[in-house]
């Protein structure tokens, strides 16, 4: 039986990855905590749901660096130190103020996927599908969050 070796790019791009998304669930958790103000109900609820996202989906990603020989580091001052994430709110935060935050993250979150996914995929396509799959969810999950803040 072969076992793949991930390269040192596809190493740092996971790695990358994962980081995002830990991040993303600890300020989701955040949000979670201290949002307020009218329609908070709904949008706490929601940010567990992109906690269970991101949260299920980091693991997906420490669990294929595994299979590729990669050593995932989500210690927190690693997070802390690599993260692609603006920094959130230690406050109470507004429902308003707190969906456009949540969904700049996610869209940092994206944006980062969206980066790295084209040499992933030259260097192993079933990684480049679970990217694939984790971007489609947070995109939604932005655009259920976002619409929170959207009049017709």
Not at 56 to 77: F, H, K, N, W
Not at 79 to 91: C, E, I, N, P
Not at 106 to 117: A, D, G, K, N
Request: no cysteine; hydrophobic share 40%; aromatic share 4%.
């Amino acid at each position: 039986m072969t076992r793949t070796t991930a390269s040192e790019k596809l190493r740092g791009y996971l790695q990358r990855v994962l980081v995002d998304l830990i991040d993303l669930q600890l300020q989701g958790k955040q949000a979670h905590w201290n949002v307020t103000g009218r329609g908070f109900r709904s949008l706490h609820l929601q940010l567990d749901e992109l906690v269970a996202i991101a949260r299920e989906e980091s693991d997906v990603i420490a669990e294929r660096m595994r299979a590729l020989q990669v050593v995932p580091d989500g210690r927190t001052e690693t997070v802390s130190a690599t993260t692609d994430l603006t920094a959130y709110a230690g406050d109470l935060v507004s429902v308003t103020d707190t969906v456009d935050a949540i969904v700049d993250r996610i869209s940092q979150t994206v944006t980062v996927l969206r980066e790295v996914h084209s040499d992933i995929e030259a260097e192993d396509p079933p990684t480049a599908d679970l990217i694939n799959n984790i971007v489609n969810q947070l995109e939604q999950q932005s655009w259920m969050i976002a619409s929170q803040n959207l009049e017709a």
